[in-house]
């Protein structure tokens, strides 16, 4: 079996067919120009295009290039957790496909690591090419997020980053369901650092992340690291029965004056509406959290793997991989299937 690389990268990909020839030749400009082994790690999250296609051929001429295959679409932070199980580098730098991140950044990132840093992010300090609603909305994202969360999450800061080994295999035991790993490897600790870059336009195609996904990620994270949003019932309840306390000697006051401010039934409509409201979006964010204890119950496998393209397994694959342990539930049928 081949030694591991120094440096693993790792690409989700959905859907990305016109980037991902680009995005090897990229990468392969940038790794070769410094000095250390590495391997690019795809994990292909049940792309419909030649995606799959694309990244077979790319394998079949490259043995550093090792792709996972997933049996359908699991999400972005799936895809992810699928490349850190399967990364064997002794440093695993995480990266979109799409060349929004741009890879020379990794030079950066592998300097601050040899300086000493278990964890570099890289930090957004400009965004290009991406609509005004997705720049305001990331923007008060991370600044919400920021407030409400018990760990500190470096601010505009996406999965972009690199890990040393120590971190990816802690991370590797978490195996909690709707994840948000960017939050997961602040909460881990370690020597943590941060680059700042300039977030590019993507090099084609749309956005993988419509708006309802964007929603769904930002409850993960919510969920994930913090309970203010299950408190937010006692302030709110704090305040209706102050407002509550306050109201019964005005009402009282003002029936004995013979005013006849609140005659009618429109005013209790109202009222009524108002409360219930809040009793059903409490009821809302309740749900949120027993559907994520939910998920944790049923222990479902974070993802499932059709086929591992991986030269290093010939044949093993399956007793190989993932990197990991235990924690693992991946099915991995036939390493030889070439499946595109
Ligand atoms: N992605 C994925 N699965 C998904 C959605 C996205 O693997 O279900 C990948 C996508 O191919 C890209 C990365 O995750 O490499 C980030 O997605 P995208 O660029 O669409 O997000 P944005 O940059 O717009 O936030
Ligand atoms: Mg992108």
């Given amino acids: 079996m081949s030694t591991n690389p120094v440096i693993s990268i790792i690409a ?7 980037i991902i020839d680009e995005l090897y030749r990229r990468i392969v400009e940038v790794m070769d120009s410094q000095p250390d082994s590495w391997e690019l790690v795809l994990v292909n999250d049940g792309s419909r295009d030649r995606s799959a296609e694309l990244m077979f051929a790319l ?39 799409d060349l929004q991140d741009p890879p020379e950044v990794i030079l950066q990132l592998i300097d601050k690591w ?66 948000f790993i960017r939050g997961m490897a602040s909460w881990v600790g370690f020597r943590q650092t941060g680059v700042e870059y300039i977030r590019q336009e993507r090099f084609a195609g749309q956005t993988k992340y419509p708006l309802k996904k964007m929603l769904r990620f930002a409850l993960d994270a919510i969920t994930g690291f913090s309970y203010f949003p299950l408190q937010v019932a006692i302030y709110a309840s704090l305040v209706l029965a102050v407002i509550a306390v306050l109201a019964v000697p005005l009402v009282a006051f003002l029936r004995l004056a013979g005013t006849e401010v609140f005659e009618g039934q429109a005013t209790t409509l109202v009222v009524l509406l108002l409360l219930s409201s809040f009793q059903l979006l409490f009821f809302f964010i309740m749900g949120q959290y027993i559907a994520r204890i939910y998920d944790e119950t049923r222990n479902r496998p974070l993802y499932i793997v059709s086929e591992l393209w991986d030269p290093s397994a010939d044949g093993s694959a399956s007793d190989d991989a993932p990197a990991g342990d235990e924690h693992h539930a991946v099915i991995v049928p036939d390493a030889h299937d070439s499946g595109a």
């Fill in 59 to 97: 394998h079949e001429r490259d043995a550093r290039v090792r792709v996972v295959n997933f049996a359908r679409n699991f999400g972005h932070q799936n895809a992810v957790t699928a490349g850190m199980d399967y990364a064997r580098g002794d440093a695993v730098v995480i990266i979109d496909a």
């Fill in 114 to 179: 040899r300086e000493g840093y278990h964890v570099v992010y890289a930090v957004r300090s400009e965004r290009r090419g991406e609509s005004w609603f997705k720049k305001t909305t990331a923007h008060f994202f991370y600044r919400i997020i920021y407030r409400i969360t018990d760990v500190a999450i470096p601010l505009d800061t996406g999965d972009f980053r690199l890990m040393d080994r120590q971190v990816v295999k802690a991370l590797n035991t978490m195996r909690e369901h709707n994840r």
């Fill in 12 to 18: 989700p990909v959905y859907n990305e067919e016109p």
